[in-house]
């Protein structure tokens, strides 16, 4: 069965700092991949999504980036974090475009 | 901009009960997903209805989709507390090159009451 791991849990970070954030995903193949951030109480917003490896499309222009180094790894770095950044960031993984995504637990992010 | 709208944003309802959650959008969709979060955790997926359906059961779950009036409903039969969640509709939106990606509406916050 496929499943996906992200982490970490939970993270504090003072401003300025830089940012790394894991998923991966076992059990399938050439899975599409997503970076979502989720603000308390609101819905979800996309940041980045990729079809395959080395293939990253950004959603929003922001203070961060993405990158697939390998067919189920998907990675979310900044070199500085704003306070801004701060939020629930969640991976996700589906098959296809149009077929249910599967998230992970999320990484809870805090700016100082 | 939000694709889909889900209303009411907080429902609160006594074990047994049904829970009604409505979702709205404003374009044409290819197809519609219901998600569930539990507090502090990620999504699941509960259902996804295709544009050409109208009706999908899946165990104590119950979504409606209406085309012409762009808007979807969840209905949760016998609730029990577990239940307690975020419900979100999600809307696949064309994000350019034939790629579709999901829009999420803000969420409704169920509250089921033991």
């Known amino acids: 069965s496929q499943t996906i791991h992200q982490w970490p849990a939970t993270l504090v970070q003072p401003v300025g700092s830089p940012l790394s954030l894991e998923c991966t995903v076992e059990?399938?193949?050439?899975?599409?991949l997503y970076w979502y951030r989720q603000a308390a109480g609101r819905g979800l917003q996309l940041l980045f999504y990729?079809?395959?490896?080395?293939?990253i499309s950004s959603e929003v222009p922001q203070n961060l980036s993405a990158s697939r180094p390998q067919d189920r790894q998907f990675i979310l770095s900044s070199k500085k974090l704003l306070l801004s950044d701060s939020g629930f960031y969640l991976c996700?993984?589906?098959?296809?475009?149009?077929?249910?995504?599967?998230f992970g637990d999320g990484t809870r992010l805090s700016i100082l | 901009s939000q694709q889909g709208e889900e209303d009411p944003q907080a429902l609160s309802i006594q074990e047994g009960e049904n829970a009604t959650m409505n979702c709205s959008y404003k374009?044409?969709?290819?197809?519609l997903q219901w998600y569930r979060q539990n507090s502090g955790r990620g999504l699941v997926h509960l259902i996804l209805?295709?544009?050409?359906?109208r009706e999908k059961h899946s165990g104590r779950l119950r979504v409606t989709l209406d085309t012409s009036k762009k808007s979807s409903s969840l209905l949760i039969t016998a609730s029990r507390a577990a239940d307690t969640a975020s419900y979100f509709c999600?809307?696949?939106?064309?994000?350019?090159?034939?790629?579709?990606?999901?829009?999420f509406g803000k969420g409704t916050k169920l509250s089921v009451i033991p």
């Open positions: 996700a993984w589906s098959v296809l475009v149009d077929q249910p995504q599967h």
């Open positions: 059990g399938t193949s050439n899975p599409n």
């Open positions: 990729s079809v395959g490896i080395g293939q």
């Open positions: 374009t044409s969709i290819n197809n």
């Open positions: 209805i295709r544009s050409n359906e």
């Open positions: 999600a809307t696949d939106r064309d994000s350019g090159a034939g790629s579709y990606q999901l829009t």
